[in-house]
């Protein structure tokens, strides 16, 4: 049974950082993909940034540069370094995870796929930590 709890969030005012974790059990695949995603009131659920369990990483065009995704893997943590923060970041923060995303044509492929990270790509989630930048 996965369970995805996140902390850390919180109110800030702009130009401001904050550090969010999400703390994973349960999860037993060694080849995962791990994600953030964000919501604000009225909008669709967007991904933030994504990170498979090589390491490697990807970013939404809006925090690039400011955001900064990392894992330790073994306090099975994923964080969310945000900095520089704006009123526009102001929404509620999920972690998501799954091991595997699959294309159109079907096939299906481990860790996350290229890009910014999708939402139907995820199976599991966190229920969400509010920020708010003022």
């Known amino acids: 049974h996965v369970q995805l709890v996140e902390s850390g969030g919180g109110s800030v005012q702009a130009g401001g950082s904050l550090r969010l974790s999400c703390a994973a059990s349960?999860?037993?695949?060694?080849?995962?993909?791990m994600g953030w995603f964000r919501q604000a009131p009225g909008k669709e659920r967007e991904g933030v940034a994504a990170?498979?369990?090589?390491?490697?990483?990807s970013y939404a065009d809006s925090v690039k540069g400011r955001f900064t995704i990392s894992q330790d893997n073994a306090k099975n943590t994923l964080y969310l370094q945000m900095n520089s923060l704006k009123p526009e970041d102001t929404a509620m923060y999920y972690c998501?995870?799954?091991?595997?995303?699959?294309?159109?044509?079907?096939?299906?492929?481990?860790?996350?796929?290229?890009?910014?990270?999708?939402?139907?790509?995820?199976?599991?989630w966190g229920q969400g930590t509010q920020v708010t930048v003022s």
């Open positions: 990170i498979d369990s090589d390491g490697s990483t």
């Open positions: 998501a995870a799954d091991w595997r995303y699959c294309s159109s044509g079907g096939y299906c492929y481990s860790g996350c796929r290229p890009g910014s990270p999708v939402r139907d790509d995820f199976g599991y």
């Open positions: 349960g999860y037993t695949y060694s080849s995962y993909c």
